[in-house]
């Protein structure tokens, strides 16, 4: 099993910055793909960013040249960085985490929460 922990949420302003870090214990050396996904109040569930080991991100056009995705291998860590936030991007940040590219939802964390408010 896989256990990601979240940490890093909380609130800004719109145009503001936020990081978020997932850290991941267990029987790592299963996961290739790790990222974040996000759900926002009465919206679905949606991919933000995955990075793969070898260094292949994906972002979702919502957020391209705004956030940034990145990963240290030896710490079993991914990161967000979330600058120039806007209001809809207030929501339950997700860190994920699976086998590949594209099975990277294997694993959950319990979410943490991203509030960006004026």
């Known amino acids: 099993q896989v256990q990601l922990v979240e940490s890093g949420g909380g609130s800004a302003q719109p145009g503001g910055s936020l990081r978020l870090s997932c850290a991941a214990s267990?029987?790592?050396?299963?996961?290739?793909?790790m990222g974040w996904h996000r759900q926002a109040p009465g919206k679905q569930r949606e991919l933000v960013a995955v990075?793969?080991?070898?260094?292949?991100?994906n972002y979702a056009d919502s957020v391209k040249g705004r956030f940034t995705i990145s990963r240290d291998n030896a710490k079993n860590t991914v990161y967000l960085q979330m600058n120039s936030l806007k209001l809809e991007d207030t929501a339950v940040y997700y860190c994920n985490a699976g086998p590949s590219l594209g099975n990277a939802m294997l694993y959950w964390g319990k979410g943490t929460l991203v509030t960006v408010s004026s």
């Open positions: 990075v793969t080991r070898s260094g292949t991100i």
């Open positions: 267990g029987s790592i050396s299963g996961i290739y793909a």
